[in-house]
């Protein structure tokens, strides 16, 4: 009878040194064939996402006097970069003139929904707030005073960096007070607001700590100072 012909695998097994080369190639093969796999993308991070917090958790009592309404226009912006969810960065060490997105962090909305929602939140505490339209069309119909009307534009909101190991939380507003007359809007009082606070760590999750401190104090400063405005002849 004829006996079968070895196989090449039979060949190799012949000798334990073609045993050891075998082995040596199979372990080569795994290997490689692990590197490859190690080499696909993961999946991609989700964002982190980050607004102002929960805001008032429960209704101060109204021991305050009541201040006289005001009516708000939406906030409006110089446009660009700040009209978007990103939240911003600059190098004021290398390039203060460009403003860097953060690639896995982001605001809830567009940071002048978010100051526009915090300061209507702080100034209802002592007054009425009406949107524009609506608080002129309500005193119209109750033949009442109409309020002063504040316009607000978010010039800056920004994590600005003087090294790599300092930065702070930067905000520039510019508030517009006017009043409605039968000619048309009579400006009456205009003021910047410049305010930066220190950010604790130097990562998107400090810059956004630090933006919600600089904007309630900026929003502090405003409401000073609407009350002094509203005083003067």
Excluded at 154 to 159: I, R, T
Excluded at 168 to 183: K, S, W
């Amino acid at each position: 009878m004829k006996q079968p012909q070895p196989g090449r695998t039979d060949l190799l097994m012949q000798t334990p040194h073609r045993r050891k080369r075998f082995l040596s190639l199979l372990c080569g093969a795994a290997v490689v064939f692990l590197s490859a796999c190690s080499a696909l993308p993961d999946k991609p991070m989700r964002s982190l996402m980050y607004d102002f917090g929960p805001g008032l958790v429960s209704v101060p009592a109204a021991t305050q006097t009541q201040l006289p309404a005001i009516a708000l226009e939406e906030l409006s912006t110089v446009g660009g970069a700040i009209d978007n969810q990103s939240l911003l960065y600059r190098l004021a060490y290398t390039d203060a003139q460009q403003l860097r997105p953060y690639s896995q962090a982001r605001w809830t909305m567009a940071p002048a929904q978010l100051v526009q929602q915090r300061l209507r939140e702080t100034l209802s505490q002592r007054r009425a707030v009406f949107n524009a339209g609506e608080g002129v069309a309500l005193n119209r119909s109750q033949n009442a005073v109409l309020p002063l009307i504040l316009k607000l534009q978010l010039q800056e909101f920004s994590q600005l960096f003087s090294t790599p190991d300092a930065s702070v939380g930067l905000i520039r507003l510019q508030a517009t007070l006017v009043e409605l007359t039968p000619a048309g809007e009579k400006l009456l009082f205009q003021r910047l607001l410049v305010v930066q606070r220190p950010a604790p760590t130097q990562d998107a999750a400090g810059g956004a700590s630090a933006l919600v401190q600089a904007t309630d104090a900026a929003i502090a400063q405003l409401d000073d100072w609407l009350q002094t405005a509203r005083s003067q002849p």
